[in-house]
Every structure is written in structure tokens, then in C-alpha cells.
């Protein structure tokens, strides 16, 4: 009884998924494609600070500690403006 429970569930959970919607990258806009951008290196960054808002292991904010605010090294992409124009296009080549 127990197995049937847990496959059932699992064949829901893998339903739910399948129908989430997937968006293609021609259907965001280009401030939305930057976030994406932005939330992507802010996930590559093996530290703790890749960006000024981001806080500290000790929980204080990064500010300038951050990787995004020190010259040379890492430089994740932190704001809206620095994400060029060109990398958004590139996302929406990418995603076709």
C-alpha cells in the first residue's frame, strides 16, 4: 500500500512539472531577459559577496566587500546596466 502511495505521488509531482509553461526567450522582455542574466552570475560566484546587496555569511550586507565593487577578478553582473544590450541578444540566441 505504501509503494502504491509513493509512486502515485511521484507520477503527480512529474505530472506538475510537465505542465509548468516554458517560456521562450522571445516571449520575455529584455529588462526580464537582464534579471535572468543578473540571477545567473550572482549564482556563479563561488563567494559569498558577488554584489553590494547581497549579505555576508556574518549577515551584514557585502557592500563594498563585494566582488562587483573590487577591481580585477570576478566582476558579476550586479544591475540592469551592466548587462549590455549584446549579452541580451546573445541570451535570446542561446534560448531559440
Known amino acids: 500500500m505504501k509503494a ?4 502515485l505521488g511521484a507520477a503527480l509531482i512529474a505530472g506538475a512539472f510537465c ?4 517560456t521562450p526567450a522571445a516571449a ?3 529588462d526580464d531577459i537582464r534579471q535572468k ?3 545567473q552570475d550572482v549564482l556563479a560566484y563561488p563567494g559569498n559577496c558577488p ?3 547581497n549579505r555576508a555569511s556574518n549577515g551584514s ?4 566587500r ?3 565593487s573590487k577591481p580585477g577578478g570576478y566582476s558579476p553582473r550586479c544591475y540592469p ?8 541578444q546573445s541570451y535570446r540566441e542561446r534560448m531559440r
Request: glycine residues 6%; charged residues 20%; contains cysteine.
Open 51 to 53: 554584489c553590494p546587496y
Open 19 to 22: 505542465a509548468l509553461p516554458i
Open 4 to 7: 502504491w502511495r509513493t509512486t
Open 81 to 88: 546596466g551592466d548587462v549590455s544590450e549584446a549579452a541580451v
Open 28 to 30: 520575455l522582455t529584455d
Open 61 to 64: 550586507r557585502c557592500g563594498k
Open 37 to 39: 542574466i543578473i540571477e
Open 66 to 68: 563585494s566582488a562587483w
